[in-house]
């Protein structure tokens, strides 16, 4: 079976195709000419991704699923949230991104936070969503060269290393996408 991904990102797309069962062949935007922005405009995690399937089956045709995620920080009162990717600027920079939320997060004792992801999917006329959550603390300087985004400075509960210093079948076990995507693979088996 051959299923779109509606994202072009390709650490996202290996994170998620190294979970799935070889019989599942994940097929990205580019593989289908898409390379314009999807829109994200809702105000939540969820309405975003629902707002990307839409779009591909709307656009495109095909049946599809998308992610969406934010890092929600408890004494940011959930932020950067929805606006994760954007929380410095419209560059989208994941240095610059880290940098502020250190920032917001000196001198604050309270460092809890979570990874949220939701994936939706549109199958056959059908849409589903699907939720993981990962909980844990964001430390106080960036370690570790792997994963992408926030990995560096997000330190997953129980585990001295940050998401940026395991590899990414460890990162795979207890992280929210391959939470979300361990619901995604059991709904289509
Ligand atoms: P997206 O909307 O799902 O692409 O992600 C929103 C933001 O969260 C982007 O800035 C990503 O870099 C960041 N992000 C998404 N997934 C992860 C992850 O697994 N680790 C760290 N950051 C992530």
Redesign the pocket.
Known sequence: MKIVFA?N?LN?IK?VQALMPSAIQIVGLNDIGCIEDIP?TSSTIEG?AIQKVNYIKEHYGFDCFA?????EVESLHGAPGVY??R?AGEA?D?NA?MDKLLKELKGKENRKAQ?K?VIALVLNGKLETFTGVCSGLITEDKRGKG?????PV?LPDGYPET?AELSLSE?NKI???GKAVRQLIEYFL
């Open positions: 994202t990102n996202k994170e994200e975003n992610d969406d995620t934010g890092l994760s990717a929380y989208k994941s991104n990874f992801t994963g992408f985004g926030y990995d997000f998401f990162k992280g929210h996408r």
